[in-house]
């Protein structure tokens, strides 16, 4: 009697292990079935009421993996939106196009200018080849020469001002295009470094999410099909969180309060709870709050 009482006493205090947990531990392999039959009925069904126990709390847990990995999923997909994306490269990329190509076309019109300058030029000196050549000799044709020779004359000394300001225009834009090429560069250059590190951290992330899958995996093992099926469908309908802890006898989920008796149910965990008004699993475990493996809740709680 007196060994059956501690028993009971120690068999209440035990933590929550799973089935495969008891199996893999061996705790009834030294008892030997005509004991078992003298053991008290609560001390024989310990096994069952361990893997009750630990129902809930092995959706809790499968939560906790879930709610990481859909984290770290999102940081994932944030890191990989910046190697491909770069708004201060983008923006350096515009402003040193939008300088070459005013560049382009400011030579281009200075080179214009230069072209008409230089046919001007030569237009002139044929005219003046015919005026003072000797070959015109009617005074009136002459006349006519040097007329067409002084509107030409006039005509270049307009298009050499014109000229001018073309070759400042192409040198105030080098300068500009020259600057946006530097700023350029050094932009890529602190790019290349920010990619760099970007990558390393989505390499320990997909590292991470691995792990943290795995972890999924043996998780799993510990639920029911349909544990599982319902925990799976809550969490589609329910914005990723299928289990809510229980705060002040109020569903965190919801903060919908609840009645004493699901309350009840929800602490001894042996049978599954669900909120009256959102219809989440409510777990009563001490443990309850959703925090991430590196123990911040912040992220965690607007996802509710």
Not at 91 to 110: G, Y
Not at 120 to 130: D, S
Not at 197 to 210: G, P, V
Request: hydrophobic share 40%.
């Amino acid at each position: 009697m007196f060994f059956g009482f501690w028993f009971l006493v120690f068999a209440f205090k035990l933590p929550r292990f799973s089935d495969r947990e008891i199996k893999e531990a061996g705790l009834f392999d030294s008892i030997s079935p005509s004991a078992i039959c003298h053991l008290p009925l609560a001390i024989c069904q310990l096994p069952f009421i361990i893997s009750g126990v630990s129902r809930v709390s092995d959706l809790y847990r499968l939560q906790q993996i879930d709610i990481e990995i859909d984290l770290r999923g999102s940081q994932l997909a944030a890191i990989n939106d910046q190697i491909a994306n770069s708004p201060a490269m983008m923006q350096a990329q515009a402003e040193h196009k939008t300088a070459h190509d005013s560049l382009a076309a400011a030579r281009k019109q200075a080179k214009t200018l230069d072209d008409e300058n230089k046919s001007l030029t030569t237009k002139i000196k044929v005219e003046e080849e015919r005026l003072y050549g000797g070959r015109v000799t009617n005074p009136r044709e002459l006349k006519d020469l040097q007329a067409e020779i002084d509107a030409l004359n006039h005509k270049r000394e307009s298009l050499d001002e014109e000229q001018l300001t073309a070759m400042d225009a192409v040198e105030g834009v080098e300068k500009i295009e020259s600057a946006a090429r530097a700023n350029l560069a050094k932009v890529e250059a602190a790019r290349a470094r920010e990619v760099s590190d970007l990558i390393a951290k989505r390499e320990n992330l997909q590292s991470l999410i691995s792990n943290l899958q795995e972890n999924r995996s043996s998780a799993v093992t510990n639920i029911s099909s349909d544990d599982l099926t319902l925990y799976e469908s809550l969490r589609k309908r329910k914005r990723g969180v299928a289990v809510a802890a229980l705060a002040n006898s109020s569903c965190k989920g919801c903060g919908e309060s609840q009645s004493s008796s699901r309350i009840q149910i929800a602490k001894q965990e042996v049978e599954i709870a669900r909120c009256a008004n959102c219809e989440r699993i409510l777990y009563g475990g001490q443990d309850a709050g959703y925090t991430t493996m590196e123990g911040g809740d912040g992220d965690m709680v607007t996802r509710w």
